[in-house]
Nanobody, 125 residues
């Protein structure tokens, strides 16, 4: 297992940007598929983006394509989510997750085994 700690959330106006970070413990970060999920109050958890263990493959929720970019720095054991052109409907708690080793990408939460505590993103209109 791996310990995950998110940061970078906050309050931003519509059209603004935020960059979320997820710091991972352990020496096996570079082998894991990683992902971002979000959950708004009263709604189901929703897949946002995933990146393969090597960083060469990415996968996005349709509604964030072209606005969000997932990336990773394996030397720093850190996952990122750059969020641009934010909309009020992006308001949610955002969670990073570590998935199966040597996996490309997946949007299925069952393929992820470790989760962070979440960071709140609030977009005002």
């Amino acid at each position: 297992q791996v310990q995950l700690v998110e940061s970078g959330g906050g309050l931003v106006q519509a059209g603004g940007s935020l960059r979320l970070s997820c710091a991972a413990s352990g020496r096996t970060f570079s082998t894991y598929m990683m992902g971002w999920f979000r959950q708004a109050p009263g709604k189901e958890r929703e897949f946002v983006a995933a990146i393969g263990w090597s960083g060469s493959s990415t996968y996005y929720l349709d509604s964030v394509k072209g606005r969000f970019t997932i990336s990773r720095d394996n030397a720093k054991n850190t996952l990122y989510l750059q969020m641009n052109s934010l909309k009020p409907e992006d308001t949610a708690a955002y969670y990073c997750a570590a998935g199966r080793p040597y996996y490309s990408t997946s949007r299925d939460p069952d393929t992820f085994h470790s989760w962070g505590q979440g960071t709140q993103v609030t977009v005002s209109s």
